[in-house]
Nanobody, 115 residues
Framework: QVQLVESGGGLVQAGGSLRLSCAAS????????MGWYRQAPGKQRELVAS???????NYADPVKGRFTISRDNAKNTVYLQMSSLKPEDTAVYYC?????????WGQGTQVTVSS
């Protein structure tokens, strides 16, 4: 089992920045791709960004150029640096980790961007 704990959410004004962290613990060997997803009220959960164990990144179009995902394999932690935040970025952000054949999710952290 892998446990994921997110932190760093909060309330920020439009144009501001936040950094989310997701720390993995438990049986953390061979964790593969990790990623951040978000879910706004009334909407489906969607991919924000992902990063492979080798550092290859992928971003959703709405966040390209504003968000940066990174990973510290020694600390088993993945980060999401969010800049130029917009009200439409408001959502619960979830961390996801893949350890084949299993997928693990964190409990989520709320990000609210005020206009």
């Amino acid at each position: 089992q892998v446990q994921l704990v997110e932190s760093g959410g909060g309330l920020v004004q439009a144009g501001g920045s936040l950094r989310l962290s997701c720390a993995a613990s438990g049986k953390i060997f061979s964790i593969g791709t990790m990623g951040w997803y978000r879910q706004a009220p009334g909407k489906q959960r969607e991919l924000v960004a992902s990063i492979t164990s080798g550092g290859i990144t992928n971003y959703a179009d709405p966040v390209k150029g504003r968000f940066t995902i990174s990973r510290d394999n020694a600390k088993n932690t993945v980060y999401l640096q969010m800049s130029s935040l917009k009200p439409e970025d408001t959502a619960v952000y979830y961390c996801k980790a893949r350890q084949l054949p299993n997928v693990y999710w964190g409990q989520g952290t709320q990000v609210t961007v005020s206009s």
